[in-house]
Structure formats: structure tokens, C-alpha cells
T-cell receptor
């Protein structure tokens, strides 16, 4: 079975500071991993995905994430926060072998302080 | 760019009334999902379709919820009767069955339901 834990339901950073959002997963098989962003009253937009190729994955809007099997982690980072990054971020895991069901974390709300 | 369409975007209803949500997935996507997202939480799968067939509805409260995808394209999710606890965002997503898609799901804008 798969599950995702996002540490820190709320994260605040200053504009221009490093963004670090944490995600740990539990999976019985090598998983696919995803980060999505959600703005208020909107659907989820894919930021990036890990699909067993390169462990360092670059996504849109300057975000990247590193898959660390030994730590079962897939943390999301951005070197310099922008005001427009304020949103809810969700980590998700899926099993490549059993179809497309996603398991989402509970989300991290990012606030960017000017 | 192809998108998942959902309507309505917002719905306010009184408890015990019936409500219905509509979703049109990206053209050619065989797999369609309905999720419920309670405020402050991640999306939870309600039902998954492969073409017109239900693949997984284990988390769908079948006493009041129903979903259909009659022609394997667009889909409708219905709640009857609505309860206060049903207030949430209802998200539709779709994905391709081809391996190159890496299971990526594309989400619609959602329907925000408020039950009074």
C-alpha cells in the first residue's frame, strides 16, 4: 500500500528565501511521485513528477525535487520564493504496476512574506 | 491546450436536496476520476472509471452518491440527498492509459459545494 506524509501543514518564507516543502512516502514498490500546486478555488496543477529516471527532477516555475530512496523522501525546493508561489502544495504517490490510483498527502500551505 | 472541464464551478444547496456535477475529461483519456477534497485536506478518491466501467468505487458512499460515465466520455456525479458533511470541493481528473503518461492525472477546476 502507498501513503504520503507531508511534514508541516503551514510553511512561511520571506520573498527571495529558499522554499523547502517536505514529503515522505511509503510504498511497497518503486513508486511514481508527484507534486501538485493548488491556488484558492482551483484544481490541481502538476509541478513535477518522478518516474524512475533522474532522481533530481525539475519542474515548472523554478521548482525541483529530489528522490531519495534511502530516506523515502521527495522534498520540493525552490531557491528563491516569489509572492506568486503562495498556494497549497500536495505530494502524491502512485504504484506504476496497479493502475493510476493516487494517494495524496494532506497538503502544505505556503505563505510568502514580502 | 486540452483541459478537463467541470460544471458548475460553485453550487449551494440545502440539505436533503439532490445535486449533480458534470465532468468532461481531456479528449482520448480513458481513465476518469472523481475526488472529494474537504477544506484543509488532500483529495480523496471517490470513484475511478476506465472507459464506461467502474474500476474502483470502494470509497463512494453508495447510499447517497452515484456516478456514471455512460458513453465512456463525460461523467456525472450525483448526491441525493445532500448532507451538511458533503460540503467540499469535488475534483475531476483524467489520465491516459498509455505508459508514456506515467500515470499523470490532469485535474479540472473543481466544483465547490456548500450544503446549508
Amino acid at each position: 500500500a502507498q501513503s504520503v506524509t507531508q511534514l508541516g501543514s503551514h510553511v512561511s518564507v520571506s520573498e527571495g528565501a529558499l522554499v523547502l516543502l517536505r514529503c515522505n512516502y511509503s510504498s511497497s514498490v518503486p513508486p511514481y511521485l508527484f507534486w501538485y500546486v493548488q491556488y484558492p478555488n482551483q484544481g490541481l496543477q502538476l509541478l513535477l513528477k518522478y518516474t524512475s529516471a533522474a532522481t533530481l527532477v525539475k519542474g515548472i516555475n523554478g521548482f525541483e525535487a529530489e528522490f531519495k530512496k534511502s530516506e523515502t523522501s521527495f522534498h520540493l525546493t525552490k531557491p528563491s520564493a516569489h509572492m506568486s508561489d503562495a498556494a497549497e502544495y500536495f505530494c502524491a504517490v502512485s504504484d506504476p504496476n496497479t493502475g493510476n490510483q493516487f494517494y495524496f498527502g494532506t497538503g502544505t500551505s505556503l505563505t510568502v512574506i514580502p | 491546450e486540452a483541459e478537463v472541464a467541470q460544471s458548475p464551478r460553485y453550487k449551494i444547496t440545502e440539505k436533503s436536496q439532490a445535486v449533480a456535477f458534470w465532468c468532461d475529461p481531456i479528449s482520448g483519456h480513458a481513465t476518469l476520476y472523481w475526488y472529494r477534497q474537504i477544506l484543509g485536506q488532500g483529495p480523496e478518491l471517490l470513484v475511478q472509471f476506465q472507459d464506461e466501467s467502474v474500476v474502483d468505487d470502494s470509497q463512494l458512499p453508495k447510499d447517497r452518491f452515484s456516478a456514471e460515465r455512460l458513453k465512456g466520455v463525460d461523467s456525472t456525479l450525483k448526491i441525493q440527498p445532500a448532507e451538511l458533511g458533503d460540503s467540499a470541493m469535488y475534483l475531476c481528473a483524467s489520465s491516459s492509459i498509455f505508459p508514456s503518461s506515467y500515470n499523470e492525472q490532469f485535474f479540472g477546476p473543481g466544483t465547490r459545494l456548500t450544503v446549508l
